[in-house]
Each structure stands twice: as structure tokens, then as C-alpha cells.
């Protein structure tokens, strides 16, 4: 197998993405059944923003006290991901190096990096995952074991 080069080479092309109307509870059942800890936030196709795990702990933060359950169940009815999404996300082209690619991971201290066309329009993601397993298959390329 070649040694992945770009971004395209390694990115997940099949995204599952949200829309900035979808509530709370659609967006923690998504993430849970499916195990992803970032969807983005698409608006015909167009990144728009991310929502991560983390975000959703945020807001979720406030509703751990005693007796909590009911308000929190009405407040993830009312909270939709346009709420809480980071609107000024950090993205890379399909032509981006892994190298690149890695490095804005680190130095960010990101989970993860959408990746758009020119006109802004979600083609995949990168995630720290994918990176795991591009150095597993680089070191046993190389004997590594």
C-alpha cells in the first residue's frame, strides 16, 4: 500500500453532517450510536461549522446538579447545533500534506480538520484516527513491528 501523501489520500470521504436546525438530542444520539466525537455543521453542502463532543459536554455542564434530569431534557430539545457549533473552524484542501495536515492538528491541539473545496463545500475529514492509522501502516511498511 502507498504511503498516504495528501489529505485526500487519507481523509473520510462519507461525512455525516449536521444542519445548524438540528437539536441536542439528535446531535448526542448520533455521536453515541455512531462513536464520532465531531460532525460538521453543513448549509447546502458548505462547511458552516463543527460541533465536537466537547462542545456538547459544555452545555451539558450545567444540568449535573440534583434534580437536573427534567430541565435537562427541555434544554436539549431547545438547543440545536447553530447554538454551540464553532463557527470559525480551521480547514485544509484535498492537496494538503499529512505533514501540514498533522501539524495544524498539534499545534491546535485539534481532534480533527474538515476538509473543503475552493467554495468552502465539505469533501471530507481528517481526524486524529486516521493519522493513528497512517503510522501503524507506515511502520509496518517499514519492518516496524
Known amino acids: 500500500m502507498a504511503i498516504a501523501r495528501s489529505v485526500a489520500d487519507l481523509m473520510t470521504r462519507q461525512v455525516i453532517t449536521l444542519n445548524e436546525e438540528d437539536d441536542l438530542v439528535d446531535i448526542s444520539e448520533n455521536m453515541e450510536t455512531l462513536g464520532l466525537r465531531h460532525l460538521p455543521v453543513v448549509d447546502d453542502g458548505v462547511l458552516v461549522g463543527i460541533v465536537s463532543h466537547r462542545d456538547i459536554l459544555r452545555v ?5 446538579e440534583a434534580g ?3 430541565r435537562d431534557a427541555i ?5 440545536f447545533a447553530g447554538d454551540i457549533m464553532t463557527r470559525d473552524v480551521v480547514t485544509v484542501r484535498p492537496e494538503t500534506t499529512v505533514t501540514q495536515a498533522a501539524q495544524l492538528l498539534l499545534r491546535h491541539k485539534f481532534g ?3 476538509v473543503v473545496d475552493e467554495q468552502g463545500k465539505l469533501v ?4 486524529e484516527h486516521d493519522f493513528l492509522r497512517l503510522l501503524v501502516e507506515t511502520l509496518e511498511a517499514a519492518g516496524v513491528h
Open 124 to 127: 471530507g475529514i481528517v481526524t
Open 75 to 79: 434544554m436539549r430539545e431547545h438547543t
Open 60 to 64: 451539558s455542564a450545567g444540568t449535573l
Open 68 to 70: 437536573a434530569a427534567q
Open 112 to 114: 480533527c480538520l474538515p
